[in-house]
């Protein structure tokens, strides 16, 4: 079972960035898709985006496409979220985990979760 820790929230003013970081701790994260995922106050979690484990394919929810980008490091099993412009309804904890790209859309194909970082956009 992987562990998963997430850092780089934060709080910040609409329309500025935020880069976060994901740990990965397994010695296989290379075989892993990857994704990011938010929940919002009241609100179930939702996909963000993802990528393959070749990092040849990315995908991402309508909301954040052309604002965030996620990337991958595999010789520091560190997955990122680069969010870019961002808005209020960013607001949220987001999460990251490790899967295949068969099943990344859907954060309820995960029984583990990391602790999450905030990252709060006001007005």
């Known amino acids: 079972q992987v562990q998963l820790t997430e850092s780089g929230g934060d709080m910040v003013q609409a329309g500025g960035s935020l880069r976060l970081s994901c740990v990965v701790s397994?010695?296989?994260?290379?075989?892993?898709?990857l994704g990011w995922y938010r929940q919002s106050p009241g609100k179930e979690r939702e996909f963000v985006a993802s990528?393959?484990?070749?990092?040849?394919?990315?995908k991402y929810r309508g909301s954040v496409r052309g604002r965030f980008s996620i990337s991958r490091d595999n010789s520091r099993n560190t997955v990122y979220l680069q969010m870019n412009e961002l808005k209020p309804e960013d607001t949220g904890i987001y999460y990251c985990?490790?899967?295949?790209?068969?099943?990344?859309?859907?954060?309820?194909?995960?029984?583990?979760w990391g602790q999450g970082t905030q990252d709060t956009v006001s007005p």
């Open positions: 985990n490790a899967g295949t790209s068969a099943d990344m859309w859907n954060p309820k194909t995960f029984s583990s």
């Open positions: 397994t010695p296989i994260f290379n075989r892993f898709a």
């Open positions: 990528m393959t484990r070749y990092g040849d394919d990315t």
